[in-house]
C-alpha cells in the first residue's frame, strides 16, 4: 500500500449520532473539511482511505492495516491529552503520520504548561494562575481586569464577553462555572486589551518557515473582542481578517511565533496565537499544532492564500514535510 494515505479525523456527524452536543463537536471537522483534505491529498497522485476517529484506527491497527503515511486532523473526545490520541497509537505500530507527535500534542493543549515552557525561554505571555478548584480563587493575585477561560480547550470554547471579568466577585462566579461544566481547570490571565494575530508555520525543526500573519478582528460589539467560539462558528459575518502589516510588529510576532514553535517540537504546520498588551507587546496566548483546515473557514488556509499558497499546495507541503520526516527516519534505522 505504498501510495496509499490513510485520512484519520473527528467528523461532526458521527458524534452528533452519538449524541454529544454542538459544543461537543466544535472542535471536530464537517464533511466538506474532510472532503477538500481527501481531494486535495488524491490530486497530489496518492490515494486515500478514510479511516475515521481514533477508535477506528485503533481496530484498523490491530487487523494489520498500514498506509504509507497517515494524514491525521483527528481531536480526540476527552481528557487533556485528547489531541495526542491518534498520534500515540500510530507510534505504537511505527506508521508515519503528520502533524506533531504525543508529547507536542498534550503540552500544547494543556495552555498554563506551554506557558511555562515558553517563559522559561523567554518568550513573552500574559500573565497567568491556574484555579484548580474553587478556593484556588483567593490565591489569585492579578490585577484586574482578567480574562478567564478552560485551561485545555480549543476552537475559543468557555470563552465569550463574559470572559471578562472586572470584580473578585466575578472572576468567583466564572471559575465556578467553568469549573462545573468543563470539568477541568481554569486558566486565570491579566486580560491582553490589543490587537490578535495568528501566525502560520510549515515544516518541521530548522526547516520551519513562517509563511504569513493574519490580523483576526471581531466586528461585533457585543463580543468585547472575543474570538470566541460564536465569533468563529459565525466568522464571515462578526470577523474580519487581514494580512498584517508588513512592519516592525509583524517582524517581532514571527520570530516569537518560530521560535515557540520550534521549542515546543511542532512539526509539518501549525499556528501561534499572539494578543497584544496595553504597551502594544506581542503576547504568545496559544499553540495550535493541529490547525483546522477547512478550505475557506479555518485561520491556516486563509494565511496560505494571503500568502499566494493554494490550498493543494498547503496541503502539499504537510505531506511532503511529514514523508520527509519518516524517510529520513526510516534511513537511520
Not at 3 to 26: M, N, P, T
Not at 83 to 98: F, H, K, M, R, S
Request: charged share 25%.
Amino acid at each position: 500500500m505504498a501510495d496509499v494515505i490513510g485520512l484519520v479525523f473527528d467528523l461532526r456527524d458521527s458524534y452528533r449520532a452519538e449524541g454529544f452536543s454542538e459544543e461537543d463537536i466544535s472542535e471536530f471537522d464537517t464533511e466538506e473539511t474532510i472532503a477538500s483534505i481527501e481531494g486535495a491529498i488524491a490530486d497530489l497522485g496518492f490515494h486515500v482511505e478514510r479511516i475515521g476517529h481514533a477508535r477506528n484506527l485503533a481496530a484498523a491497527l490491530v487487523q494489520e492495516r498500514r498506509w504509507r503515511l497517515v494524514f491525521n486532523v483527528a481531536e480526540g473526545i476527552q481528557g487533556r491529552s485528547r489531541e495526542a490520541q491518534a498520534p500515540a497509537l500510530l507510534e505504537l505500530y511505527g506508521v508515519p503520520y503528520t502533524f506533531s507527535d504525543p508529547l507536542t500534542c498534550s503540552v500544547t493543549l494543556d495552555k498554563a504548561v506551554a506557558k511555562r515552557i515558553l517563559l522559561s525561554e523567554g518568550i513573552p505571555t500574559s500573565p497567568f494562575a491556574v484555579v484548580e478548584e474553587i478556593s484556588d480563587v483567593e490565591s489569585v493575585r492579578l490585577p484586574l481586569p482578567l480574562f478567564v477561560k478552560p485551561l485545555a480547550e480549543g476552537t475559543g470554547k468557555g470563552t465569550g464577553p463574559e470572559s471578562i471579568v472586572r470584580t473578585r466577585s466575578e472572576l468567583q462566579r466564572r471559575c465556578e462555572c467553568l469549573l462545573k461544566k468543563y470539568r477541568q481547570p481554569v486558566l486565570v490571565e491579566e486580560f491582553l486589551p490589543g490587537r490578535e494575530f495568528t501566525t502560520g508555520i510549515l515544516g518541521t525543526g530548522r526547516k520551519a518557515r513562517v509563511i504569513g500573519t493574519m490580523e483576526i478582528s471581531v466586528q461585533d460589539r457585543s463580543s468585547a473582542g472575543v474570538y470566541s467560539l460564536e465569533t468563529k462558528e459565525r466568522c464571515e459575518q462578526l470577523v474580519r481578517y487581514d494580512p498584517a502589516p508588513k512592519d516592525t510588529l509583524r517582524t517581532e510576532i514571527e520570530e516569537l511565533a518560530l521560535k515557540a514553535y520550534r521549542l515546543l517540537g511542532c512539526r509539518d504546520a501549525g499556528r501561534a496565537d499572539f494578543r497584544l498588551d496595553s504597551a502594544g507587546k506581542p503576547m504568545f496566548l496559544e499553540m495550535n499544532p493541529l490547525p483546522g483546515l477547512h478550505p475557506t473557514h479555518s485561520d491556516l488556509p486563509m494565511i496560505a492564500r494571503h500568502a499566494g499558497m493554494s490550498y493543494l499546495n498547503l496541503i502539499g507541503a504537510i505531506v511532503a514535510s511529514a514523508l520527509e520526516r519518516s524517510e529520513a527516519y526510516a534511513r537511520s534505522a
